[in-house]
């Protein structure tokens, strides 16, 4: 029952949802710039905010971005690779996916931080837009990026880079304002909602496409 629970599939629609996804980061960003800069430290997701009861910050914090480069980055990737896996997996499953990657990044993360001891400030929506990359290296294994615009690189050798380069940086402390960890959370995540939810193996899927 359990199982059938799981992997129960959802009718497919298509409303293009991820254009919602984006105006909401957009409208957020908006009010934490202009309107209400202080709202940047209940929507993002801090570790004694959540011990004390903003628990719905592991959710909120994907919303929040620190400046504009932040949120371009984010939205254009969500734009470009999130269209795509929404139409291919239908409007509801990729919300379900995007929305429970990010949140259990968020969950990781601030356990993370707990254990480290360390009270820091998370926010953006990089680990959910890390999870879509993985997925869509699933599903599009010979879909071709062009890194800077010029060099093509196919989609699950990127997700490789990716990988290397946030583990390699965590690792060894580069660039520590960054949240590596939520990156590497959300690639987790969503190689686990491939395997338990979708039942597909991204390791075998891009071993057959080599």
Known sequence: MKKKLLNRK??????????????????????????????????????????????YQVFTYMFVHSGF???????????????????????????????????????????????????????????AVYGVLLMFAVFFPFAKIYIFGLLPIRAPFLIVIFFIIEAFSQASGLNSGVAHLTHLAGLLFAYLYCLIRLKINPFAVWKRTL
């Open 69 to 127: 480069s932040h949120l371009l980055f984010n939205m254009l990737s969500l734009f470009i690779f999130g269209r795509a896996l929404e139409k291919r997996l239908g409007t509801r499953e990729f919300l379900l996916f995007y929305l429970l990657v990010g949140t259990l990044s968020g969950i990781f993360s601030f356990f993370s931080y707990l254990i480290a001891g360390e009270n820091a400030i998370l926010l953006g929506a990089s680990g």
């Open 10 to 55: 959802f009718k497919y629609t298509y409303s293009n949802s991820t254009l919602y996804l984006i105006g909401i980061n957009v409208v957020v960003f908006i009010i934490t710039s202009v309107i209400w800069p202080n709202g940047v430290y209940y929507l993002s997701m801090i570790p004694n905010f959540v011990l004390h009861g903003y628990v």
